[in-house]
C-alpha cells in the first residue's frame, strides 16, 4: 500500500464550520433535538461524543429516545456482518417514525459507510436516508447538515483521506471517565480485518496536543483516563523525535490523574520498555487488555497476526512479571477459513493456559475487500458456532478459577451507578478491570472508593468499604 501523509484539519477549517453552525442556528427550520445510536468500539463511542458536542453547539438538546428526536444519527460499525445488519435493521424501523415526524432527519455514519461503494448502494436500497458520511470527514457534520436543510436531496460524503482533527467540541458521556484519541487507523492489515480499509493509515496525534487535553481533563476533576487506538502501541510511528507509547504513558503517569487506561494493543508492538514503565508507574492501572485471536501458529500466520503463539505466552508473562496480579482480557476468533478442529483447540489450550479475567468472542464473519474473505475453506456456521460454545463455557470456567485470586484483596473502584441487585449496593471496575458490587449509594457515582474483596456471589467480586 502507497505511503499516505495524513492531513491534519485546520483552525481556518474548523472555523468555517463554525460558520455553519452559525447559519444552521439562524435557519427557521432547523432540528431541535438530536439522538446518536451508537454501535461498534470505544473509538466509536468517542466519535459519538464528538457528534454530540457539535450538534449541541448548532442548538439541538438531546432527545430522550430516537423516536423523538428531530434528528437521529447511526453511528455504525462494519467489523462484523451482525453489526452492519442490526443498524440497517434500525435504520429501516426509523422510517416509521418518520411517517409521525415529517421533519426527521436520518443521517448513517462511521466504518459502514467509509466501506468502498457502500454509500452509494446503501442511499440506492434505503431512500429515506438524508445524510451519509464516513469516518474521516466527522468534523464536517455542521457543513453537511446545513446543505441538506437547504437542498431537498440526500448529502452524501465519503473521502479517502486521513484526517486529524483537533480541539473538536465533545460532549461527554460521563464527568468522571473520559476518553482521549492518542492514533487513529491501522496499518496491520490482518487478513480477517475491515478496519485498515474504513479507518485508513496509522497516524499519531502530537504528544503536547494529548498532554494538553489530559491536563484538562484533570482540572475539570476527571478521574480515569482511557487512551484509545486500534494499535496504541505503535503510537508516534511518523512524528517527529523518538516519540513512544511507553513515554507518552510516562509523561501522563507523572501528571497525576487517578487512573489511566489503554486500548488496543498489539502483541508483536508490546515492547518491554511498555511493560517496565507500566510496572514502575502509580497511575496506570494493573490490566491489559492483548487479542490473541487463536492459540495455532498456522492460523495465527493465515491471520497475518504477525507473531507464534510462543511469543504471545513470552508477553503474558513478562506482562505478569512486572505487574503481579494484573487483569488480563483478550479478543479471539473461531472459525477463520480452514481452521480444524486440532487448530481450534490450540486456541482452547491456550485459554486455559493463560487464564483470562474476561474474554470476547467471535465467530470468523467474512468482510469483502479483506484478504481471508477470498480464502478457500469458509467455515460452515454449525461447526463454528459448536466451536465458540465450547471455547465460551471454557472461558466461563476459566474466569471463575481467575477471579478467586481478588478475594481478601484491598482494592479501589470507579463507582459506575448503582447495583442492578439491590438499591443499597453500587458497582463499578477495580484496578483490575474487573466489576465490584460495594454497599453504597447514588452519592458514590464518579467517585473512587477504597474496599476489600469478601467473596464471590453469582460471578460478581463482592467488597466491603475500608
Ligand atoms: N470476524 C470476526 N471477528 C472479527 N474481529 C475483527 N474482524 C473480525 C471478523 N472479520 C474481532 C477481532 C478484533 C475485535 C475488535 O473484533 O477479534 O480484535
Ligand atoms: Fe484490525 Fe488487526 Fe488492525 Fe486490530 S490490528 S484493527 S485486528 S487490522
Known sequence: MAERKPVIITPQQLEEQRAYMNEILNLPQRPRSYYVVTYGCQMNAHDSEILAGMLRDMGMDEAPDRENADFVIFNTCCVRDNAERRALGNVTWLKEV?????????????????????????LKQYKFIDLAFGTTNLYKLPELLCRRLNADRA???????????EDLPVKRLRRDAAYITIMYGCDNFCSYCIVPYVRGRERSREMEAILAEAQQL?????????????????YGKGLEGNVTFAELLRRLDAMGIPRIRFMTSHPKDLSDELIRVMGESKHILPQFHLPVQAGNDEILHQMNRRYTREQYLNRVRALREAVPGIGLTTDIIVGFPGETEEQFQDTMSLVKEVGYDSAFTFIYSPRTGTK????????????ATDRIQRLIALQDECQKKAMARFVGMEDEVLVEGLSRRSKTAVSGKGRHGVSITLPGSEADIGEIVRVRVTEIKNNTLMAERT
Request: glycine share 6%; net charge negative; hydrophobic share 45%.
Open 98 to 122: 418518520r411517517k409521525r415526524n415529517p421533519n426527521l432527519i436520518i443521517a448513517v455514519c462511521g466504518c459502514m459507510i467509509q466501506q468502498p461503494g457502500m454509500a452509494e448502494k446503501i
Open 155 to 165: 448529502v452524501v460524503e465519503v473521502e479517502d483521506v486521513d484526517t486529524i482533527a
Open 218 to 234: 484533570k482540572d475539570s476533576g476527571v478521574k480515569e483516563i482511557m487512551l484509545l487506538g486500534q494499535n496504541v502501541n505503535s
Open 372 to 383: 481471508a474473505a477470498a480464502m478457500e475453506n469458509q467455515i460452515p456456521e454449525d461447526v
